[in-house]
T-cell receptor, first 113, second 114 residues
Framework: GDSVTQMEGPVTLSEEAFLTINCTYT??????LFWYVQYPGEGLQLLLK?????DKGSNKGFEATYRKETTSFHLEKGSVQVSDSAVYFC????????????FGDGTTLTVKP | KAGVTQTPRYLIKTRGQQVTLSCSPI?????VSWYQQTPGQGLQFLFE???????NKGNFPGRFSGRQFSNSRSEMNVSTLELGDSALYLC?????????????FGEGSRLTVL
């Protein structure tokens, strides 16, 4: 079955540092890939997405590129802020059926001033 | 556009009781999915409903059940509660068809079983 493996946390960075959170996946077909973010006390919200190989998703300074050859979707940001502190989830869904998405375990990011 | 609304936000139950959680999806969304989030297991898929029919089911015991109404609102029920059922239960809605797989989550219902 489908699976998502993401870098274990927690990750602690200083403000303006470079961020990378690794994510690799296993899927039977051609999935869409997502990064969701969860702030304390809230549900998950979509950060960015990519629906086919070589697509780059971007939002709020975060980027991730869909790499089919390495089955990866690593999240990057050039300069993190304290407000980026949250839990980040990598996820995939097969075809048009978003309902049964598969999530990684989440990576907790703490950014210190 | 109103987001996904879950009620109640917090609840405390004792072992053996049952609980019903409610989810109102974004207007126009026909798919509602439920996930269990715990510190040890992460996000686990429970089930998905589309047009009042269960379309997918995760690996949870039969004590976990759900349904969807004609207005797309959904409920999930957990019977004979166990301590291990303590978790954040997240509801997510999506268009259900011809979309790229994006889920819209509610803030969750935090269940504590004593």
């Amino acid at each position: 079955g489908d699976s998502v493996t993401q870098m274990e946390g927690p990750v602690t960075l200083s403000e303006e540092a470079f961020l990378t959170i690794n994510c690799t996946y296993t899927a039977t077909g051609y999935p869409s890939l997502f990064w969701y973010v969860q702030y304390p006390g809230e549900g998950l919200q979509l950060l960015l997405k990519a629906t086919k190989a070589d697509d780059k998703g971007s939002n709020k300074g975060f980027e991730a590129t869909y790499r089919k050859e390495t089955t990866s979707f690593h999240l990057e940001k050039g300069s993190v802020q304290v407000s980026d502190s949250a839990v980040y989830f990598c996820a995939l869904s097969e075809g048009t059926n978003a309902g049964k998405s598969t999530f990684g375990d989440g990576t907790t990011l703490t950014v210190k001033p | 556009k109103a987001g996904v609304t879950q009620t109640p936000r917090y609840l405390i139950k004792t072992r053996g009781q049952q609980v019903t959680l409610s989810c109102s999806p974004i207007s126009g969304h026909r798919s509602v999915s439920w996930y269990q989030q715990t510190p040890g297991q992460g996000l686990q898929f429970l089930f998905e409903y589309f047009s009042e029919t269960q379309r997918n089911k995760g690996n949870f015991p039969g004590r976990f059940s759900g349904r969807q109404f004609s207005n797309s609102r959904s409920e999930m029920n957990v019977s004979t509660l166990e301590l291990g059922d303590s978790a954040l239960y997240l509801c997510a809605s999506s268009m259900g068809q011809t979309n790229t797989g994006e889920l819209f989550f509610g803030e969750g219902s935090r269940l504590t079983v004593l």
